[in-house]
């Protein structure tokens, strides 16, 4: 394995089959590269307005960010990356950060404000909204995508 270690927290488990299978594709390709370790924070209940919901998932997310971690969001609102500028972020950051990139995804209704603020970067997947299930899976999509241009497989074209 070559970098440094990944992390990515999500709210909820993935419930879908295929968002599951395409999740757990992507995330086996990208560890025979370099360790990812996956966090799934419990959902909040249903029955909160999504503003108490958010922020009950927010505490859960920041609860699971460790020391380390360089908290790095996914939001709509974000910096809008190509693939190869999200490899060359990772490049970077294996070279230059002290801790671990650390993706965060957001659950049904979004993210609370608190966990944006303690992001160091806010990132966009698309202009459009995505259901969280898929952006999960974009997500890791791309990190391989990445991991493959860092190493020139011909994956990337």
């Given at each position: 394995?070559?970098?440094?270690?990944?992390?990515?927290?999500?709210?909820?488990?993935?419930?879908?089959?295929?968002?599951?299978?395409?999740?757990?594709?992507?995330?086996?390709?990208?560890?025979?590269?370099?360790?990812?370790d996956i966090t799934e924070v419990r959902d909040g209940d249903s029955a909160l307005p999504p503003d108490?919901?958010?922020?009950?998932?927010?505490?859960?997310?920041?609860?699971?960010?460790?020391?380390?971690?360089?908290?790095?969001?996914?939001?709509?609102?974000?910096?809008?990356?190509?693939?190869?500028?999200?490899?060359?972020?990772?490049?970077?950051?294996?070279?230059?950060?002290?801790?671990?990139?650390?993706?965060?995804?957001?659950?049904?209704?979004?993210?609370?404000?608190?966990?944006?603020?303690?992001?160091?970067?806010?990132?966009?997947?698309?202009?459009?909204?995505?259901?969280?299930?898929?952006?999960?899976?974009?997500?890791?999509?791309?990190?391989?995508?990445?991991?493959?241009?860092?190493?020139?497989?011909?994956?990337?074209?």
């Amino acid at each position: 394995m070559t970098g440094k270690p990944l992390k990515y927290i999500s709210v909820g488990k993935l419930k879908t089959p295929f968002w599951k299978d395409a999740a757990a594709h992507y995330t086996t390709r990208i560890t025979r590269w370099r360790k990812l370790d996956i966090t799934e924070v419990r959902d909040g209940d249903s029955a909160l307005p999504p503003d108490q919901r958010n922020a009950l998932e927010g505490r859960r997310i920041i609860e699971a960010l460790d020391p380390q971690d360089i908290a790095l969001v996914l939001d709509e609102r974000g910096q809008h990356l190509t693939s190869p500028q999200l490899a060359d972020m990772l490049r970077q950051m294996d070279h230059d950060a002290k801790g671990r990139a650390c993706f965060i995804v957001g659950g049904a209704w979004g993210l609370d404000e608190a966990v944006r603020q303690r992001a160091s970067r806010c990132i966009s997947l698309s202009h459009m909204t995505l259901p969280h299930e898929l952006a999960r899976v974009v997500l890791l999509e791309q990190l391989y995508r990445a991991e493959c241009i860092l190493r020139k497989v011909p994956y990337h074209h």
